[in-house]
């Protein structure tokens, strides 16, 4: 019995023996474990397809008309309003929420003004060859097939491009 006793009282010795003593925490080590363990809020990203949108000129030319190129999107409806930067134009449009797949209808109607310095050819094109959309902090980006940005689009307009005119 005294032998079990001894082996006993030595387990019990070793096993205390070979755990190590836990480090004292000092304030300055509680205040950077506070910060990295800290939640810091995270507000969720309420952008949304559907509304307004207004381009984000990407050149001079893109304000030449002096017009701000503008989508109304109406995802009940499927259809879309807008201004192209120089003429209005309207039609329908398909979304799924779920992938981002975004694609305008090539029957689109346009008014017919002229307005020289305005490249609006190329909008339009930019705007048939979009396929899908990423949304995030207020920007709605329309992308090409291959991941390629087309056009950045905004709620509010930005300030209008000094064209140099008195």
């Not at 807008?82 to 039609?91: F, K, L, P, S």
């Amino acid at each position: 019995m005294c032998k079990l006793m001894i082996a006993a009282c030595l387990i019990l010795f070793l096993s205390l023996a070979c755990q190590q003593p836990e480090p004292k925490n000092t304030a300055k080590d509680t205040a950077a474990t506070a910060l990295s363990t800290a939640k810091v809020p995270k507000v969720p990203d309420t952008t949304v397809l559907d509304g307004p949108w207004y381009l984000q000129p990407a050149q001079t030319s893109d304000a030449a008309s002096g017009k701000k190129a503008s989508l109304q999107i109406d995802l009940k409806k499927g259809r879309f309003t807008g201004n192209t930067g120089c003429n209005n134009m309207n039609g329908k449009f398909w979304y799924s929420a779920t992938d981002s797949s975004l694609s305008f209808s090539d029957k689109l109607i346009t008014t017919r003004m002229a307005c020289p310095g305005y490249n609006e050819k190329a909008f339009l094109k930019n705007l048939l060859l979009t396929t899908h959309y990423r949304l995030s902090n207020g920007v709605l980006t329309l992308l090409a097939e291959d991941n390629t940005e087309l056009s950045r689009w905004e709620r509010k307009p930005s300030a209008p491009a000094n064209t140099g005119k008195v």
